[in-house]
């Protein structure tokens, strides 16, 4: 069995086991590793040890529980093997910035708060692609034209887009999507496909200009493919972030294609810029 | 890999100490690791006057112990030792600390090349152990480095001895 394929076996068995007393040790047995050689190679596929892992899959269906249940705090917590209410709390503050009961008080989840379960998908991209080393971009900002839409009507706006470009694109070697979530969470969707404002300095009456907010930004290249572009947010926002100083200042993030909209992309050459802001404690 | 089972001395060792989950940093055989940044330390501590400080019986032989507490099988922390052997404990530097590696009957391995890189833990548990008929303490284990081991960028041409203390 291939490490790839021996880690991908010990996610599955940790998510079957969020509510059972499981020790690390039996995770490894489960795939048929030694403890020390399961830990190294379990960080290595995913840039968490274990022990965290399952602690943020613990807490994060923990707090899924909380919002989705009347069950009591106390409950939930010996659901997802916590001793007492007091290192639940600590592990759950630690993780969420916040007590179960504030919570529960506040009643929805945040932007992306919440580590899914990682997927082989996700192994097989950290090990193709990874790992990353993201560029500080202190006080940036981003002058942008293009245009805005709803929902997942991209081909349609880049369409549009490309359209306008017409004449200009011997100018335009990058161009962008900044992509937001307006009510801090995945259900809306506002995009805005566009080039930086000096390709087009004479904005055409279809298009609109957008300052990006300024911020640190972090960028992290290579993405893999476009088709890898959710995997490496997945990737950010669930495992880089969570274990760095940063946290995401503005649930929004910009990707950056070195190619001209209308023509063929360079896939490799995409990057992903995120607005952070340091993680107060 | 070869196997052999030995009768070892106590040893009074000397080196430095780390009690954590050496790949929460860095994982693999990175010298980034915990592990790589303890032999980083300790290499800069005897370069820089700590070999003339102690009190050495062998500098040819450096130890690596793994020992492992109620909580490892729990949290995957356990505690990382590295050092030499000396004459005696008294009077360390305030920098080393001291440990005494327990005698009596250990199973030796020679594992070479890539073989230092894979998981040897599992098949010494699973197929040497019970090969030679023998049960394996399973507190801690000791690896032993000589002019064999070139260093973690060269395991191909490398050699490693694995002691692991036996039940008696």
């Not at chain 1, 489960?30 to 840039?47: E, G, I, P």
């Not at chain 2, 954590?20 to 990175?30: I, V, Y």
Request: hydrophobic fraction near 40%; proline fraction near 6%; charge should be negative.
């Amino acid at each position: 069995m291939s490490d790839l394929a021996a880690i991908v076996r010990a996610l599955d068995f940790i998510e079957s086991h969020l509510q059972t007393a499981i020790t690390l040790g039996d995770v490894a047995d489960a795939v048929a590793y030694s403890l020390y050689h399961f830990c190294r190679s379990f960080k290595n596929a995913t840039h968490y040890t274990p022990y965290d892992y399952l602690m943020r899959r613990r807490i994060a269906e923990a707090a899924r529980a909380l919002l989705q249940t009347a069950a009591k705090v106390t409950d939930v917590a010996f659901d997802y093997q916590f001793n007492n209410l007091e290192t639940f709390s600590r592990a759950f503050r630690r993780v969420l910035g916040q007590s179960p009961s504030q919570w529960r008080q506040q009643g929805q989840t945040g932007y992306r708060q919440l580590l899914p379960p990682l997927t082989s998908a996700h192994v097989e991209h950290i090990a193709r692609c990874g790992p990353w080393q993201p560029t500080e971009l202190p006080d940036f900002t981003l002058a942008l034209v293009g245009v805005m839409t709803l929902g997942d009507r991209d081909a349609l706006a880049w369409a549009w887009l490309s359209r306008e470009l017409v004449g200009v694109a011997s100018r335009c070697e990058s161009c962008y999507a900044w992509v937001c979530h307006p009510r801090g969470d995945e259900r809306e969707r506002a995009i805005l496909v566009a080039v930086t404002a000096e390709v087009l300095p004479k904005i055409p009456p279809g298009l609109v200009r957008k300052d990006l907010p300024q911020a640190t930004y972090l960028r992290f290249a290579p993405v893999g493919t476009a088709r890898d572009l959710e995997l490496l947010r997945d990737y950010i926002d669930y495992v880089w972030l969570p274990q760095s100083d940063y946290c995401v200042a503005h649930p929004c993030y910009l990707v950056r294609y070195a190619a001209t909209p209308g023509l063929p992309s360079s896939e490799s050459d995409l990057e992903v810029c995120v607005p952070v802001k340091r993680r107060q404690n | 890999m070869k196997a052999a089972l030995t009768e070892q001395p106590t040893r009074l060792l000397a080196g430095f100490d780390f009690f954590g989950d050496p790949f929460r940093s860095h994982s693999g055989w990175s010298a980034d690791n915990e592990i790589g940044r303890l032999w980083q330390r300790w290499g800069e501590y005897w370069y820089s006057g700590g070999m003339a400080e102690l009190p050495i019986k062998d500098l040819t032989v450096c130890y690596e112990f793994h020992i492992y507490h109620p909580e490892t099988l729990q949290t995957g922390e356990f505690e990382v030792f590295i050092g030499v052997e000396v004459t005696q404990l008294a009077d360390l530097p305030l920098a080393v600390v001291g440990k005494t590696l327990p005698g009596g009957r250990y199973a030796v391995f020679t594992l070479t090349g890539e073989e230092i890189a894979s998981d040897w833990i599992w098949e010494l548990d699973h197929a040497w152990l019970p090969k030679l008929g023998v049960q394996r303490l399973t507190t801690f284990s000791v690896q032993r480095y000589d002019e064999r081991f070139k260093s973690v960028e060269n395991l191909s041409e490398s050699e490693l001895e694995v002691y692991i203390p036996l039940l008696p």
